[in-house]
């Protein structure tokens, strides 16, 4: 039996089955760069990168480094009963990289999870208001209200009540709805949806916030169209709504810039971020305009964890690597090859429906026919299966799971990823011939 193996027998035998994993029998004891190794020594190309979490690769010595000084310095002391620096001077970068209006105000958390939670409470408290709109293929988290506003039915099996005063509407997702429409019409369509929702769903003045992410993640790495951003904002701010950008997953340089929505021109009152923001450490946040974060009345935000010293300088050190090799900027490079790639993959095989995405987020869709009502699910499971024996961790999306996502490190190589994408490529034609 080989250590993977083993490792695979202790799972099942002390860990529930309600906890996935993604990748049958792959295991990872020590990562470098944009490199795995896994339990029996062999090196694996990453392509998941901890879902989307180790932007800036794996165990970076800036990185480490921050954490082991930090570590000997304070460890921990709760923001809650003292005051320290590490978590003032990451609010303080955070609100410089990512002015929300004239003044802006950062609240840390551990998850995404948590910070979607905590804006959703932020938005109630601020406007005085219940009702929270939400999108189809939409993933938020697993708590609670994070639960709630998921659409994946797979992940709430079981897990109601849950929360109401929610409202869900179709994501705008051209592939998938666009009817014949060109993209113009399809946005107004769209728009007009969701105004009538305000009629027919739920009254404006009872809606808190619209949250939504500016790039699907779980839901296939959709992006919504700037236009549609743009026209929910004024809808928004018509009616007194706010509105929430979940970037958890797209930002942080992942989509080619800072924050996803940033292609849009829009800003949000709320958004809320995790993921690469640690580089593998839980840290998360939510950042606001100054008056809508200060609507909130003492004690009702917190929590013992969130903002850790030790995940504050691991944050810092993060984000001073990012500028320095300009990590946005060269997500957006490596994308136009990742992009290449696929377009060349999708005239060899007929099962790739779609192509999308930004920067180094980019996906295919698997559909028979290549029809968006027709996934072909099993076949990508059997390509993820077939590429981690090929040296490639990889991994999918959408709510059918027949979306292929690429989650590489920024600081993967050329010719990484081009290896990468050569062996994708070669079990996509093995597994979905033309």
Request: glycine share 10%; charged share 20%.
């Amino acid at each position: 039996m080989s250590s993977s193996q083993e490792w695979m027998k202790r799972r099942e035998a002390v860990m529930p089955r309600g906890v996935a994993q993604i990748i049958a029998g792959a295991s990872a004891a020590s990562g470098q760069g944009a490199l795995i190794s896994d339990a029996d020594g062999r090196q694996l190309i990453d392509f998941a990168s901890g879902i989307g979490v180790t932007n800036t690769g794996h165990c970076p010595p800036e990185v480490v480094a921050a954490i082991q000084k930090q570590a000997e310095t304070l460890m921990h002391a709760c923001i809650h009963v003292a005051t320290y620096e590490p978590y003032l001077e990451l609010c303080e970068k955070l609100a410089g990289m990512f002015p929300h209006g004239d003044r802006t105000k950062v609240f840390l958390t551990n998850t995404g999870a948590e910070a979607v939670e905590n804006a959703i409470k932020i938005a109630r408290q601020a406007t005085g208001r219940p009702a929270v709109i939400c999108f189809s293929e939409g993933f938020h988290g697993r708590t609670l209200m994070a639960l709630t506003l998921t659409s994946k039915v797979g992940y709430k099996t079981g897990c109601g009540p849950f929360a109401p005063e929610v409202y869900r509407l179709p994501y705008p997702n051209y592939f998938r709805y666009h009817d014949g429409l060109d993209q113009k019409a399809f946005v107004e369509r769209e728009l007009e949806r969701f105004r009538q929702a305000l009629v027919n769903m739920v009254a404006p003045e009872q809606v808190a916030a619209v949250i939504l992410e500016p790039i699907q993640g779980e839901g296939g790495f959709v992006p919504a169209p700037a236009e549609y951003l743009q026209g929910l904002r004024k809808i928004c701010d018509q009616h007194g709504i706010l509105m929430i950008l979940d970037e958890v997953q797209s930002g942080f340089g992942r989509a080619g810039d800072w924050c996803a929505y940033a292609a849009s021109g829009v800003t949000p009152d709320l958004s809320t971020w995790a993921k690469a923001m640690g580089g593998g450490l839980p840290m998360a946040c939510v950042i606001g305009k100054a008056e809508i974060m200060d609507a909130c009345q003492p004690g009702t935000l917190g929590g013992t964890y969130g903002g850790n010293p030790v995940s504050c300088a691991a944050s810092l050190a993060v984000l001073k690597l990012m500028e320095r090799d300009n990590l946005p900027q060269r997500a957006s490079q490596l994308g136009e090859i990742i992009t290449s790639r696929f377009r060349q993959i999708q005239e060899k095989c007929s099962l790739v429906a779609d192509v999308r995405g930004r920067g180094m987020m980019m996906a295919m869709e698997f559909c028979h026919d290549r029809d968006p009502l027709k996934p072909a699910g099993d076949v990508v499971k059997a390509i993820i299966s077939a590429c981690h024996e090929a040296g490639l961790l990889v991994i999918n999306a959408g709510a059918a799971g027949n979306v292929i996502r690429t989650l590489p490190p920024l600081i993967i190589s050329e010719d990484q990823l081009n290896q990468a994408l050569d062996i994708l490529e070669a079990q996509i034609l093995k597994y979905a011939p033309d």
